[in-house]
Structures are given as C-alpha cells and as structure tokens.
C-alpha cells in the first residue's frame, strides 16, 4: 500500500531524474525491508512450530 502511494506521487509530481532515482531507491530499500520483515516472521513462526513439537516429544517421553 505505501508503495502504491509513493509511485502516485511520483505521477503527481514534475518528473525529475534525480528526484526519480531516490524514490526508485526508496522503493527498492521497503521491498528489501518487507521481504526481510516476511523472512524473519517465516523464521519465528518455524522456530515456535519447532519449540512446541520439542514439548509434545518431551512430554510423550
């Protein structure tokens, strides 16, 4: 949703090249922030869904 926001504005807006590259920039920087963001919450999820089969074994032994 930010994203889209941002790319409306640079519609919006006089088209300047260097003013282009930074919010291209930005852009590529909240997509590598996002990805990561959805990385590590893959991880969390996985290292709980592991932490509560590690209890289960324990508690069958």
């Not at 996002?34 to 590690?54: D, K, M, T």
Request: hydrophobic letters at 35%; proline letters at 3%; glycine letters at 6%.
């Amino acid at each position: 949703m930010i994203i889209g926001a941002i790319s409306a504005k640079t519609q919006q807006q006089p088209q300047r090249p260097q003013r282009q590259g930074t919010e291209k920039l930005f852009e590529r920087l909240s997509n590598w922030r996002h990805n990561g963001l959805v990385s590590l919450a893959a991880c969390q999820q996985r290292i709980i869904s592991y932490g509560s089969e590690n209890v289960l074994a324990s508690d069958d032994s």
